[in-house]
């Protein structure tokens, strides 16, 4: 992604050789590219992406915000965290034999990237074949690989009709941006199709819920120099706008947002789809988290215990059965969970109930469930869960959807149905109590 940003004029000349000379220096020559995004001293010295990097772009008919997620197992939540908030998928796959293989082979990393961004919404996917001048521009092998992802990604539920394969070399620029370098010659004797940039600029932005209240879940809070308390994320629905009150749930607190910024330039109100950065005063900073909701005082955000969820059981070895411990994820937050009841298996297609209070979940079965979540601790004196912001999947179809993950595999995905048990907010009992006194 660092080298289609230079080829953009994204990053500038003295940033690129200094990330050059800096990579050299600590023996990763061969990262280079990869430094305009993995800034972090960790991330450098380890040569693996470990969070979620923000930059943009423009293309003739598109202003792109690139959301560059970690790749490695260890980071799969930082990954969910990224997918997310994003509306389309850029894959960049190895094409050098025997690396495609470990990361599409079962367990891989291919493979759950892709139905982690199917089921966080995701339905437009670009499939970068990289690294192809290592194996001499091989037309076989690009064909080889896009045969055994396209049926793959068929299966995951992407539409064919969306879904895009290209090949490239992105250590040499080759069709990032054109194929007009000696590099590129082997390449256009039997590719004449799109460059990357060209299939950026043909992706369409799925329809906004702008008319919905606002719902921000915040993905990163840092304190800002001069401008209060910074959080940011993407506004999942509705319009927040400079000077307005928002609630910050879980929690009784509010806020008054100062400033607005979208792609490092100040705005007065920013809508549905945008990642933003909001500079927040009046509330300590202590009050606001990653995984927390701002949304208007007048319509906030259910906050849920228990709730039920359509889901879609992943490629699992062991079943899945009431009384299940496993990790929730919704956005930035996970917390622990328990599959509190196997209420039905249903028909994929249909939705129709198959059989109802099964025993077991197998692999490819789709089902009501209801999911309840557990305190961080299962030692120790008993207590309560803390709730988490969620909306059915019908009202806010990005606010509804969830992830679930055990033993550090993913095993399955859906969105909520029906919040069950909602956490009644003090405030309400405090004017409650002011109404009687």
Same mark, same amino acid.
């Given at each position: 992604?660092?080298?289609?940003?230079? +080829?953009?004029?994204?990053?500038?000349?003295?940033?690129?050789?200094?990330? +050059?000379? @800096?990579?050299?220096?600590?023996?990763?020559?061969?990262?280079?590219?990869?430094?305009?995004?993995?800034?972090? =001293?960790?991330?450098?010295?380890?040569?693996?992406?470990?969070?979620? #990097?923000?930059?943009?772009?423009?293309?003739?008919?598109?202003?792109? !915000?690139?959301?560059?997620? $970690?790749?490695?197992?260890?980071?799969?939540?930082?990954?969910?965290?990224?997918?997310?908030?994003?509306?389309?998928?850029?894959?960049? &796959?190895?094409?050098? !034999?025997?690396?495609?293989?470990?990361?599409?082979?079962? @367990?891989?990393?291919?493979?759950?990237?892709?139905?982690?961004?199917?089921?966080?919404?995701?339905?437009?996917?670009?499939?970068?074949?990289?690294?192809?001048?290592?194996?001499?521009?091989?037309?076989?092998?690009?064909?080889?690989?896009?045969?055994?992802?396209?049926?793959?990604?068929?299966?995951?539920?992407?539409?064919?009709?969306?879904?895009?394969?290209?090949?490239?070399?992105?250590?040499?620029?080759?069709?990032?941006?054109?194929?007009?370098?000696?590099?590129?010659? &082997?390449?256009?004797?039997?590719?004449? @199709?799109?460059?990357?940039?060209?299939?950026?600029?043909?992706?369409?932005? $799925?329809?906004?819920?702008?008319?919905?209240?606002?719902?921000?879940?915040?993905?990163?809070?840092?304190?800002?120099?001069?401008?209060?308390?910074?959080?940011?994320?993407?506004?999942?629905?509705? =319009?927040?706008?400079?000077?307005?009150?928002?609630?910050?749930?879980?929690?009784?607190?509010?806020?008054? &947002?100062?400033?607005?910024?979208?792609?490092?330039?100040?705005?007065?109100?920013?809508?549905?789809?945008?990642?933003?950065?909001?500079?927040?005063?009046?509330?300590?900073?202590?009050?606001?988290?990653?995984?927390?909701?701002?949304?208007?005082?007048?319509?906030?955000?259910?906050?849920?215990?228990?709730?039920?969820?359509?889901?879609?059981?992943?490629?699992?070895?062991?079943?899945?059965?009431?009384?299940?411990?496993?990790?929730?994820?919704?956005?930035?937050?996970?917390?622990?969970?328990?599959?509190?009841?196997?209420?039905?298996?249903?028909?994929?297609?249909?939705?129709?109930? !198959?059989?109802?209070?099964?025993?077991?979940?197998?692999? @490819?079965?789709?089902?009501?469930?209801?999911?309840?979540?557990? #305190?961080?601790?299962?030692?120790?004196? #008993?207590?309560?869960?803390? $709730?988490?912001?969620?909306?059915?999947?019908?009202?806010?179809?990005?606010?509804?959807?969830?992830?679930?993950?055990?033993?550090?595999?993913?095993?399955?995905?859906?969105?909520?149905?029906?919040?069950?048990?909602?956490?009644?907010?003090?405030?309400? =009992?405090?004017? =409650?109590?002011?109404?009687?006194?």
């Amino acid at each position: 992604m660092g080298r289609l940003l230079y +080829e953009l004029g994204r990053v500038d000349e003295k940033t690129r050789v200094a990330n +050059e000379r @800096g990579s050299s220096k600590a023996g990763k020559s061969s990262f280079s590219w990869a430094w305009e995004l993995d800034g972090t =001293v960790e991330e450098r010295e380890r040569g693996i992406t470990m969070d979620i #990097a923000l930059q943009s772009l423009s293309t003739p008919r598109r202003q792109i !915000t690139i959301l560059d997620a $970690p790749g490695h197992k260890d980071f799969i939540p930082n990954m969910i965290s990224g997918a997310a908030q994003a509306d389309c998928a850029l894959l960049v &796959v190895d094409a050098i !034999t025997g690396e495609f293989e470990a990361g599409f082979d079962r @367990g891989g990393q291919t493979r759950e990237h892709l139905l982690l961004v199917r089921s966080l919404g995701v339905s437009q996917v670009i499939v970068a074949v990289n690294k192809l001048d290592q194996v001499n521009w091989d037309q076989s092998r690009f064909e080889e690989i896009c045969g055994l992802l396209r049926v793959f990604l068929v299966q995951s539920g992407f539409p064919s009709s969306k879904t895009s394969f290209i090949p490239v070399s992105a250590m040499l620029g080759v069709n990032l941006v054109n194929r007009i370098n000696a590099d590129a010659a &082997v390449l256009s004797k039997w590719y004449d @199709g799109p460059t990357l940039v060209d299939l950026l600029d043909e992706l369409e932005p $799925p329809t906004r819920e702008i008319a919905s209240p606002l719902r921000l879940p915040i993905s990163n809070v840092f304190k800002g120099q001069s401008s209060g308390t910074g959080v940011t994320g993407r506004i999942c629905g509705g =319009v927040v706008q400079v000077g307005e009150r928002l609630r910050v749930l879980p929690g009784d607190e509010s806020a008054i &947002v100062r400033l607005i910024d979208v792609e490092e330039q100040s705005v007065p109100w920013a809508a549905a789809g945008t990642n933003v950065t909001l500079y927040l005063t009046s509330i300590d900073p202590i009050h606001l988290s990653i995984g927390s909701v701002l949304c208007p005082p007048s319509d906030i955000v259910p906050l849920a215990t228990v709730f039920t969820a359509r889901i879609i059981v992943f490629d699992i070895q062991l079943p899945i059965t009431t009384g299940a411990s496993i990790e929730l994820f919704h956005h930035s937050r996970d917390v622990p969970a328990t599959i509190s009841k196997l209420i039905a298996t249903l028909d994929r297609a249909s939705g129709v109930v !198959t059989k109802q209070n099964p025993r077991v979940l197998t692999k @490819g079965t789709s089902a009501e469930v209801e999911i309840s979540l557990r #305190a961080g601790t299962l030692s120790g004196p #008993a207590l309560s869960a803390r $709730p988490i912001p969620l909306e059915a999947f019908s009202v806010n179809k990005d606010m509804g959807r969830i992830l679930v993950r055990r033993g550090g595999e993913t095993i399955s995905a859906g969105k909520s149905l029906i919040i069950v048990a909602v956490k009644i907010l003090n405030a309400l =009992v405090g004017i =409650v109590q002011n109404i009687i006194c």
